[in-house]
């Protein structure tokens, strides 16, 4: 799993150069956790890590450039993605 989290964080960089590569860390795990847990908690079956990570995938083609802009709006995330000391400027 560990592969595939790198490798979607390195997808995240290059679809927001904003961000740095330990908040874009965050992101994915984040993003990768918080489907498993909600998919978890509603009764679904576990479909396995390919899955995961292709939804997650998903998400970064559609929103990862906007992701930075996100976190300061959403106080159940703002707290875990402060990026003051780390964005690029």
Known sequence: MED???KLTAELLAKNPQMSVGRARVWVELLWSD?????AKAGYAYRGADYTENLVRQLITSYGDKLHTFAGRNPKYSHLLDASDDMIQ
């Open 35 to 39: 489907f498993e847990s909600t998919a």
């Open 4 to 6: 595939k989290i790198e």
